[in-house]
């Protein structure tokens, strides 16, 4: 293996030994600590112009199998690992995670110290890094100049229409960087799923004739994503919804909410979130870097029904006198905890609820 180096912008520098890709790469540098699920979030859309360090020290131990990618490809920039697995051992693994970068030339380092280097990013906060097979000198101004892209939703999003047809319920599903594991839990339900671009507008969906709307998880900022906020508002007025990750901040934004950057974000599987309306605590899956402004929410007809117990940030929302509600986290779960799954159902409650009001009503 030869020598790499992890370039922050505050000037610190990490050495280690190259795997996969060796292309130069810049990106935020985010930390996950999930200690299992790095396929899964390898290839997470959510994950889109970030690099992972995952703090968990061993990384590969059960190799890449053919079920668990959430796409078809690395959607994280770079991975930083503790330590690479050299003899992965599972029932299902197809390769090792060193054999599947290299065939998807996905940059990669090891030997890094990923608890002096996650202690960093918490005092510090995210930061714009630079992986690199030499440091230079004029590298840590090419960081300082560095913006990610604005256009990751349009990068993540399907370029065209599709269906999981079922005889079940149809949903109209908006694609911001759709995770496979929320396809995989409706199909569990027999629900007939019929996949948007992103920057579909209502009418094209309404003449599909859905049941209800989903809006999807996806990468990057969500005032990048206003072009959406229209096609929200107007499908919200007809139809029950249900918004996950960066369709719940979406769904915030089109009702009137604030949402801004947090510090270091939520990532990983062991995030604790108390479900409000119905007094429980969830263990919940989450990956993602902007949050609803709580204060902001006095002005809408939102009310918050789920919070992060740590930091107490808004992990869910209602809106009043509407079939409509969205969460920060995954109920999908994948990797992580099944606890919030239930959220699936409650959404097919809804619908079938609003569907009788119809009906009482006509």
């Known amino acids: 293996m030869k020598k790499?180096?992890?370039?922050?912008?505050?000037?610190?520098?990490y050495e280690g030994e190259s795997f996969g890709s060796?292309?130069?790469?810049?990106?935020?540098?985010?930390f996950n600590t999930g200690m299992s699920g790095y396929q899964e979030s390898i290839t997470?859309?959510?994950?889109?112009?970030?690099?992972?360090?995952?703090?968990?020290?061993?990384?590969?131990?059960?190799?890449?199998?053919?079920?668990?990618?959430e796409s078809l490809r690395p959607a994280a920039s770079a991975i930083v690992v503790h330590e690479i697995a050299r003899r992965p051992s599972n029932w299902r693994q197809m390769m090792s995670l060193e054999e599947w970068a290299e065939r998807m030339n996905m940059p990669g380092i090891t030997g890094i110290d990923t608890r002096a280097l996650t202690r960093e990013l918490r005092d510090n906060g995210v930061m714009k890094s630079a992986l690199v097979n030499e440091v230079t000198d004029d590298i840590f101004s090419e960081i300082k100049k560095f913006v990610p892209s604005k256009?990751?939703?349009?990068?993540?999003t399907t370029k065209t229409q599709y269906q999981n047809p079922t005889?079940?319920?149809?949903?109209?599903?908006?694609?911001?960087?759709?995770k496979n594991s929320i396809l995989r839990s409706l199909a569990k339900r027999g629900v007939n799923v019929m996949v948007f671009p992103a920057?579909?507008?209502?009418?094209?969906?309404?003449?599909?004739?859905?049941?209800?709307?989903?809006?999807?998880?996806?990468?990057?900022?969500?005032?990048?994503?206003a072009y959406a906020i229209p096609t929200i508002q107007t499908l919200q007025e007809q139809l029950p919804l249900m918004g996950i990750c960066l369709g719940h901040q979406l769904f915030a934004i089109a009702n009137g909410a604030e949402t801004y950057k947090l510090k270091f974000g939520h990532r990983g599987?062991?995030?604790?979130?108390?479900?409000?309306?119905?007094?429980?605590?969830?263990?919940?899956?989450?990956?993602?870097?902007?949050?609803?402004?709580r204060d902001s929410l006095s002005k809408t007809e939102l009310v918050v029904t789920?919070?992060?117990?740590?930091?107490?940030?808004?992990?869910?929302?209602?809106?009043?006198?509407?079939?409509?509600?969205?969460?920060?986290?995954?109920?999908?779960?994948?990797?992580?905890?099944?606890?919030?799954?239930?959220?699936?159902?409650?959404?097919?409650?809804?619908?079938?609820?609003a569907k009788k009001e119809t009906t009482q009503n006509a």
């Open 167 to 178: 005889d079940g319920v149809s949903i109209a599903l908006i694609d911001f960087g759709l």
């Open 199 to 225: 920057d579909v507008d209502a009418e094209t969906i309404l003449a599909a004739n859905p049941d209800g709307i989903l809006l999807s998880n996806g990468p990057g900022n969500p005032q990048d994503v």
């Open 44 to 69: 997470d859309l959510s994950y889109r112009g970030e690099m992972i360090v995952f703090t968990y020290p061993l990384i590969g131990n059960y190799g890449i199998n053919r079920d668990d990618f």
């Open 306 to 353: 789920h919070e992060e117990i740590n930091d107490h940030t808004v992990e869910g929302i209602r809106l009043k006198n509407h079939h409509a509600f969205s969460v920060q986290f995954h109920p999908d779960a994948a990797p992580g905890p099944h606890d919030a799954e239930y959220l699936f159902d409650d959404f097919l409650n809804m619908i079938e609820n």
């Open 269 to 293: 599987f062991n995030h604790a979130v108390r479900n409000l309306s119905k007094e429980r605590l969830d263990f919940t899956s989450q990956n993602h870097g902007y949050a609803v402004n």
């Open 22 to 30: 060796d292309a130069n790469v810049m990106a935020e540098l985010v």
């Open 151 to 156: 256009k990751m939703v349009a990068d993540a």
């Open 4 to 13: 790499r180096y992890i370039v922050l912008e505050n000037g610190s520098v």
